[in-house]
């Protein structure tokens, strides 16, 4: 995670695991799972950034939250942030 980003609180259900995260003062949702969701345009202000991992568990994870536009996206400036190990 990158080191400005404040982890709000952890949950796991079986396989995967939400992290809710402030972040540049945005609230975001990560989700690590063997599921990922695709990628979507920004719709209703929100989007998502699928990053995918190449192993086992998690083979991805997904971050949520605000999204003007695809240029204009919060999700995207978190998401190219991260580093997966």
């Known amino acids: 995670m990158?080191?400005?980003a404040q982890l709000i609180s952890r949950q796991q259900r079986g396989d995967i695991i939400h992290y809710f995260v402030e972040w540049r003062g945005a609230?975001?949702?990560i989700v690590e799972s063997n599921n990922?969701?695709?990628q979507m345009d920004p719709k209703d202000g929100r989007g998502n950034f699928v990053l995918t991992t190449g192993k086992?568990?998690?083979?991805g994870v997904?971050?949520?939250g605000p999204c003007k536009t695809n240029e204009d996206c919060v999700v995207k400036s978190f998401g190219?942030?991260?580093t997966l190990k």
Do not use: C, N, Q
Not at 56 to 59: A, G, N, T, V
């Open 56 to 59: 086992k568990w998690p083979s």
């Open 36 to 38: 990922p969701r695709e």
């Open 27 to 29: 609230k975001l949702d």
């Open 2 to 4: 990158p080191i400005e």
């Open 62 to 64: 997904e971050v949520m």
């Open 80 to 82: 190219t942030a991260l």
